[in-house]
């Protein structure tokens, strides 16, 4: 197989004639800007909110949290789907995911936005019970979960909740998508005695504190305690364990989840141990999860994820070790800088996470040329084009 989506099902319909895959090219590289355009509005919020001036920047500071969570994530996890999926119908989620980051970054009503995002997660749902149908097993149970969660998020922050109240739900949908994700993909691992039931006990822990809400004291307890045991079902089940010790893209991607991995730990203990009513951990958690776990799993999944929706090779390259430092360095700050109450801090910490998702999209043109150089020097015709990973899959 050429490349291997990270949250494929497995579950791609053979059936579908290469010509309409081949053909929603142009779709898919539609709806990776729109979300590439979430995230950039998404972060000019984020960047306001720790203190930069940016133009329209506090109007995008008051959906920043969406923006990046339905928008840029919501995009992107309903496009993989999608592809894996192999039905055109599936393409609704990520399509309306990219219609309420539209909206909101137009300046819409929130409710039109909000809408939208509810309608791209009920057709993410769809897709992914599907999915569970065709391949019935806990990996692809929770992907469902995932969307459910996301749905249930979207549709509080619809009815007039504050995100904040909505967050849980958002970040179970993130946590629990990637776990299930990684959990196929380490299908491969001894599977310990207990795996299940302890997957299953957290899963239980993010609802009931995502349904009692982050910022309360009892919430933030019960979602730290599922972010500790879902840490430590990861160290304990995760490929990457074997992987790191590996060599080249294996070892990146590996370091990648273990890094995510140990961000995730932080978070749970942060909302464990802040005091209770208080906004303190809650917005550390947030950072350590969003930006610690969920985007470092964007970057060690990258090289795959990026043949597989756009068609587009890259490579691994040493260079993408240097983005992968900077953006963990900007959650360390983001984390110090939120226990020390500093505030120049947190500023700075925006500014080395925008600095990380910079670099890290040079270092994949910087590999993308270098292959192509390579591939001219070494007489190959027609090397460094795109490629279809759909087409080289088994039959």
Same mark, same amino acid.
């Given at each position: ?36 355009? *979430?995230?950039? =509005?998404? +972060?000019? $919020? !984020? ?7 940016? #133009?329209?920047? /506090?109007?995008? &500071? ?56 509810? *309608?791209?997660? =009920?057709? +993410?749902? $769809? !897709? ?7 391949? #019935?097993?806990? /990996?692809?149970? &929770? ?61 239980? +822990? ?79 958690? +947030? ?109």
């Amino acid at each position: 197989m050429c490349a291997v989506s990270s949250s494929s099902t497995g579950s791609h319909d053979a059936s579908v004639p290469q010509g309409s895959t081949r053909g929603t090219k142009g779709i898919r590289l539609v709806l990776l800007a729109f979300g590439v355009l *979430a995230l950039i =509005a998404g +972060l000019c $919020g !984020a960047l306001w909110r720790v203190g930069w001036t940016l #133009p329209h920047g /506090s109007s995008l &500071a008051t959906v920043h949290g969406p923006l990046m969570i339905s928008g840029m994530f919501g995009t992107l996890i309903s496009l993989e789907r999608a592809v894996a999926l192999g039905r055109q119908w599936a393409y609704a989620a990520p399509a309306l995911a990219g219609v309420g980051s539209l909206a909101l970054v137009a300046g819409a009503p929130v409710e039109y936005g909000a809408g939208a995002y509810v *309608a791209a997660a =009920a057709a +993410l749902a $769809g !897709a992914s019970l599907l999915a569970t149908i065709r391949q #019935p097993a806990l /990996s692809t149970g &929770a992907l469902l979960f995932g969307a459910l969660a996301w749905l249930a998020g979207n549709v509080l922050w619809l009815a007039g909740l504050a995100a904040s109240d909505a967050a849980g739900w958002w970040m179970t949908f993130l946590v629990v998508t990637v776990v299930g994700e990684r959990m196929e993909l380490s299908q491969s691992m001894p599977q310990r005695r207990g795996g299940e039931a302890l997957f299953l006990f957290a899963v239980g +822990l993010l609802i009931v504190g995502a349904r009692n809400g982050l910022p309360t004291g009892n919430g933030a307890i019960l979602f730290g305690i599922a972010l500790l045991v879902t840490a430590i079902w990861l160290l304990r089940h995760d490929t990457a364990r074997k992987d790191v010790r590996g060599t080249g893209q294996d070892r990146y991607t590996a370091a990648c989840m273990l890094a995510g991995h140990a961000w995730m730990a932080v978070a749970g203990l942060v909302l464990v141990a802040s005091p209770p009513e208080g906004t303190f951990g809650y917005d550390i958690a +947030l950072h350590a999860v969003l930006i610690g776990f969920v985007l470092s799993m964007v970057f060690g999944h990258a090289l795959t994820i990026l043949p597989t929706l756009a068609q587009i090779r890259v490579h691994y390259t040493l260079l993408l070790y240097g983005p992968l430092l900077l953006l963990h360095a900007s959650v360390a700050l983001r984390v110090g800088s939120g226990i020390a109450g500093w505030d120049a801090g947190r500023k700075g910490s925006g500014i080395v996470t925008l600095a990380s998702l910079m670099t890290f999209f040079v270092s994949l043109v910087l590999s993308r040329r270098q292959d192509r150089v390579a591939s001219v020097s070494n007489g190959i015709p027609g090397a460094g084009t795109a490629i279809d990973p759909i087409a080289c899959e088994p039959r």
